[in-house]
């Protein structure tokens, strides 16, 4: 009777357990923090997996009450009368209750500078893969550069998608990067530099600054997310300007200036030459989505 007991408290404690992470879970879906933690794009799992850790919890804690010998014995010839040590029980349980009991306690965080000082920034993506590609590709590239001379001769010839996106943006007055196309914008700005320096540029972003950054220098910066902040990179370009030295880590801006080219450890990058600086409030939603 007494093992029967144990069996029946310890379904009861798994049950609520999975009650208490859809409970969480509900929380964040219905806050709207959840997208704090996770892509927009992962939603729907995140959905399945609430619905399933409901009916999951429901069933462990009907079960709990069920006082059928079938339920807790059967015909596999083990023992399954052997004692746990409720220590060890306990420690195991709290390994699953405490994110639960800190998901509730605890506000909802948003990554921060002291994020960017641990996992670096990187301001000169495109341009290093760019790099890697034309050192590993070695002789293929005169190949692929005489066809693309016979290509751009053609007048004929239609152009992709990716040069008619890249003649968009040098023809247009000032670039404006918006969320949606942040990521994009900003590797084709760093990869063809020479052809953006001069134009006038808009961004936003948080001012983040490395310890051996000029006064008047700074990252306008932000964190890019593909599946969840467990994945977390930080992109930043370099802007330039006195009004720089009034700010703060962490503060939001809006920044608009002049593209130009600027070094970091002997690699040339896009750097801005500010124009105009707004400060502004912190956006609802953060972070940069990459699918």
């Known amino acids: ?54 009916i999951m919890g429901i069933l ?58 641990k ?9 290093a893969s760019v790099e890697q590609k034309q050192a590993s590709s070695n002789g293929g ?11 751009t001769s053609d007048s004929s010839q239609p152009k992709s998608l990716d040069e008619l996106y890249l003649e968009g943006l040098l023809n247009s007055d000032k670039i404006e990067v918006t969320d949606a196309e942040y990521s994009k914008i900003i590797s084709s700005v760093e990869t063809n530099l020479d052809k953006f320096v001069g134009k006038e540029i808009e961004l936003t972003g948080f001012v983040y600054r490395e310890p051996d950054y000029q006064l008047d220098q700074f990252a306008v910066s932000r964190f890019t997310v593909s599946c969840c902040v467990a994945d977390v990179q930080v992109m930043g370009t370099l802007a330039t300007g006195e ?33 105009n600086l707004e400060k502004i409030e912190a956006p609802s939603d953060p972070y940069i989505y990459i699918y």
């Open 243 to 275: 009004i720089a030295k009034q700010l703060k880590n962490d503060e939001w801006v809006k920044v608009t200036g002049i593209i130009e080219k600027g070094e970091r450890n002997g690699q040339t990058l896009p750097s801005i030459q500010i124009k």
């Open 60 to 117: 462990q804690i009907w079960r709990s009450d069920s006082k059928k010998d079938l339920d807790i014995f059967c015909d596999c010839g083990l023992d399954h009368n052997q004692k746990s040590s409720p220590i060890k029980s306990l420690i195991i349980y709290c390994l699953f209750l405490f994110p639960i009991f800190t998901g509730f306690l605890f506000p909802d965080v948003i990554l921060d500078s002291s994020v960017v000082a």
């Open 119 to 127: 996992r670096g920034i990187n301001l000169a993506s495109a341009n």
């Open 1 to 54: 009777m007494e093992q029967t007991n144990d069996l029946s408290f310890q379904k009861f404690i798994r049950g609520i357990i999975l009650v208490g992470f859809t409970l969480l879970l509900f929380k964040l879906i219905l806050s709207g923090n959840i997208t704090n933690f996770i892509a927009p794009r992962m939603l729907p799992f995140v959905y399945f997996a609430t619905g399933i850790f409901l």
């Open 141 to 151: 590239n005169e190949a692929v550069s005489e066809a693309t001379d016979s290509t």
